[in-house]
């Protein structure tokens, strides 16, 4: 009689608590961007936050029941109903002191021996590794679709002359774009400058100032005509918004993942690309120095940095399987069959959810990061909690089968959950401290997922930096241009990385040095002045033939005229080499004046 008396009592506990409403609070930094305006309602710290990834919690057997069936409300989390338990179980946080025991180690089996995989080419050159992420059929199929976007330009009734590009001369382009990242001017023009201290005389080598522009103008990764049929879905579950760069992304994300295959420790994290093109993909984060940008998933190898995966985050509706965003936005990138099992991920706390990392779990994945206390499911046991006045050092945990949640105190309160690590191993890390108005140096215990998150997150930062040394991003109002200039930092980064790995003995500038030489063609330590035959004079515009009008169409500013003499004089002439108006007249010679003074 005690004994039922004892388990109705435990279900009336339950089903009061059921009744409650379950909140989880979202810090609103991020807000979502249409193609006109700003939505104010969809704003959050991370950036995505307009979903709960946790929304599903675990099933109803890991939960006492109630007496009779509840509906309208959702399940609670284990962590939840054992709080509820205080009748039957009073333990609550633990401390350092209390021996935890981590879940059962996975065995790692890769689905390839991890590192640069044995099909790489015989060559190992930056142009070699480099034509891996962008190879001559991808090129190729560039050229095709930039031809085709131009005649439908000219079409329009644009005025620029035009020929088809081929693929040495994207090539060149693309080179011309990495020497751009390497060497910073002020505006694209700049580049092409020959009356200044200030100018540089390679790119007018490589290709004339208005080839590069119009190139850049038409340069178009899908095919026009296929953007129309897509464009008539728009509105409908059909309707790809990733359309446009769909082609080239497909290549980079199966060569990312065909070349290297990554060792155990992986990390997601998300990358940002400022943009501000109006495009309904867009992200407002008001605490980033990009206030609009494209945001990026990917799935990175924490020992290098390499790049194996990404996604792009589209909208609301990019993942309908109605968990969260964060919750797919990770098992997106995670394919099994691609990997193999028994890899550990880390991430941050926009992704962490006890959902997640158990289901990851059962894939036979360890998973690691940060949580939110406000998110829900996590634990929330008011007996023996961390507070404000808690020693630097301290620590709190609880566990629930493979999933371990703890809380450290370090300058701030620390909450990371893991199903790879034990709570606590002993591990110390050192932080300094004031005493009596001078600092020292003080040893303190550390949880042991909190020093394996703190090593595997942090050593991707690299490859986030390596990007941002050299990055191929300028402005620019086509979004897809933006997509595709991220594509070639990615292609760039992973090509040095494979490099690195492969013999480690070039630094990252001086692989981009030779791999812009050999994408324009030319020798790295070749003398970049051009020979006395390169400057020749030829016609600024396309000839008409309207003769009445030869003598007027096409004419410019003469640079020489205007530079020496302060005067504004037209010709129709300039030189091929230097890519400037120049006179050439009987009485006024200033294409010979201006290459003497060179």
Known sequence: MARHAHEEALRMVIDTEEELTCSSESEDD??????????????DDEGLHQFDPAQDTFSEENV????????????????????????????????????????????????????????????????????????????????????????????????????????????????????????????????????????????????????????????????????????????????????????????????????????????????????????????????????LAFKFFFLADSSNGYTVDLSVYTGKNIFPTGRGLSYDAVMSLLDKKVLGSGYHVYMDDFYTSPKLLTDLFAMKFGACGTYRDTRKDFPRSASNPLTKKSSRGSIRWIRDGPLVCVKWMDKKEMSVCSTIHAAYTGDRVKRQVKAQETRRTKSFPCPAPVSAYNQHMTSVDPSDQL???????????????????????????????????????????????????????????ADPEQTSNDHVPVPGAELTSDVRNIATVGRRICVHCKAVRGKKQQTPWKCKACDVNLCLQLNRNCFKEWHNND
């Open 64 to 291: 006492v029941p109630s007496r009779e069936p509840h509906t309208g409300h959702k399940h609670r989390s284990v962590f939840n109903a054992v709080e509820n338990l205080n009748v039957a179980k009073t333990e609550g946080w633990k401390e350092e002191t209390d021996v935890d025991v981590a879940p059962k180690s996975l065995r790692f089996l890769p689905a390839r021996e991890p590192g640069p995989q044995s099909s790489l080419a015989d060559s190992h050159s930056p142009m070699s590794l480099f034509k891996l992420f962008f190879s001559e059929s991808a090129v190729s199929n560039l050229c095709h679709n930039t031809n085709a976007h131009a005649a439908r330009a000219l079409a329009k009734g644009r005025k620029y002359s035009w020929t088809d590009v081929s693929v040495d001369e994207l090539y060149r382009y693309i080179g011309l774009v990495f020497y751009m990242a390497l060497v910073k001017m002020s505006s694209i023009a700049d580049y092409w400058r020959q009356d200044s201290l200030f100018s540089v005389p390679f790119p007018s080598t490589v290709m004339s100032r208005d080839r590069y522009r119009t190139i850049s103008w038409n340069l178009h990764i899908s095919h026009p005509e296929a953007d129309k049929e897509n464009d008539k879905k728009r509105g409908t579950a059909e309707h790809d918004q990733l359309f446009r760069v769909r082609p080239l992304m497909d290549t980079i994300r199966l060569a990312c993942k065909t070349f290297y295959h990554p060792r155990r420790n992986l990390a997601v994290k998300e990358r940002l690309v400022a943009c501000r093109a109006n495009a309904g993909m867009r992200r407002f984060m008001k605490a980033e120095p990009a206030k």
């Open 467 to 525: 990007l941002q040394y050299y990055t191929a991003q300028h402005n620019t109002m086509k979004w897809y241009r933006k997509v595709f200039l991220h594509f070639l930092d990615v292609a760039a980064t992973n090509a040095f990385i494979l490099h690195k790995e492969l013999h480690g003995n070039m630094t990252h500038k001086a692989f981009m040095e030779e791999l812009v030489a050999g994408l324009c063609g030319v020798s790295e330590k």
């Open 30 to 43: 991020d807000e979502d961007v249409d193609d006109e305006d700003v939505d104010d309602e969809d704003v």
